[in-house]
């Protein structure tokens, strides 16, 4: 159980996110869930020096379709990072199971093939609610935490360009 502030970071030991492109591709299930997430993904983005014009935003139509979005965004888009917004939450059969499965394994395996790294922002929770405290609610904001994620990882995969310095 998360019992830290997922919104919470220190912005002096972030790298300056102006240099870098960001893909965020975001699951229309739970829409004021992944909607919050992506909200406060962007405004950190921006908070750490992004431009608002590096940040391409798509929508797939739920969390098992956000493999192939993020696919789609490495190979077309020129990003540095992308992160992978979603929400499942347990219902009464191995939906669940299977969705979070897939999801996980997806991204994993995105990670593995390209040069780009894909944050995973997808909450997995048993109940409504949790993921409202996840969102936005009194645990923070997942966005925000993968947001910081990606902004770290955009910086080591350039770390071998002769002006980027990790800077954290």
Same mark, same amino acid.
């Given at each position: 159980?998360?019992?830290?502030?997922?919104?919470?970071?220190?912005?002096?030991?972030?790298?300056?996110?102006?240099?870098?492109?960001?893909?965020?591709?975001?699951?229309?299930?739970?829409?004021?869930?992944?909607?919050?997430?992506?909200?406060?993904?962007?405004?950190?983005?921006?908070?750490?020096?992004?431009?608002?014009?590096?940040?391409?935003?798509?929508?797939?139509?739920?969390?098992?379709?956000?493999?192939? $979005?993020? #696919?789609?965004?490495?190979?077309?888009?020129?990003?540095?990072?992308?992160? !992978? *917004?979603? @929400?499942?939450?347990?219902?009464?059969?191995?939906?669940?199971?299977?969705?979070?499965?897939?999801?996980?394994?997806?991204?994993?395996?995105?990670?593995?093939?390209?040069?780009?790294?894909?944050?995973?922002?997808?909450?997995?929770?048993?109940?409504?609610?949790?993921?409202?405290?996840?969102?936005?609610?009194?645990? $923070?904001? #997942?966005?925000?935490?993968?947001?910081?994620?990606?902004?770290?990882?955009? !910086? *080591?995969? @350039?770390?071998?360009?002769?002006?980027?310095?990790?800077?954290?």
């Amino acid at each position: 159980m998360a019992t830290t502030n997922l919104s919470y970071y220190d912005k002096a030991s972030i790298p300056n996110a102006k240099p870098f492109r960001f893909g965020i591709v975001v699951s229309e299930w739970n829409p004021d869930i992944t909607g919050n997430m992506h909200k406060g993904a962007i405004e950190t983005l921006l908070d750490c020096g992004a431009e608002e014009s590096n940040i391409v935003s798509w929508d797939v139509p739920g969390s098992f379709e956000l493999v192939y $979005g993020c #696919k789609k965004m490495v190979e077309t888009q020129k990003v540095d990072a992308v992160i !992978a *917004i979603g @929400n499942v939450i347990q219902g009464e059969t191995k939906h669940f199971d299977f969705v979070c499965d897939g999801v996980t394994q997806g991204i994993v395996d995105l990670n593995i093939k390209y040069d780009v790294p894909v944050i995973f922002c997808v909450l997995t929770d048993n109940i409504k609610q949790q993921s409202i405290d996840r969102s936005g609610g009194k645990l $923070g904001n #997942k966005g925000i935490e993968c947001a910081v994620a990606a902004i770290k990882m955009a !910086a *080591i995969k @350039n770390l071998d360009k002769p002006s980027n310095t990790l800077g954290f």
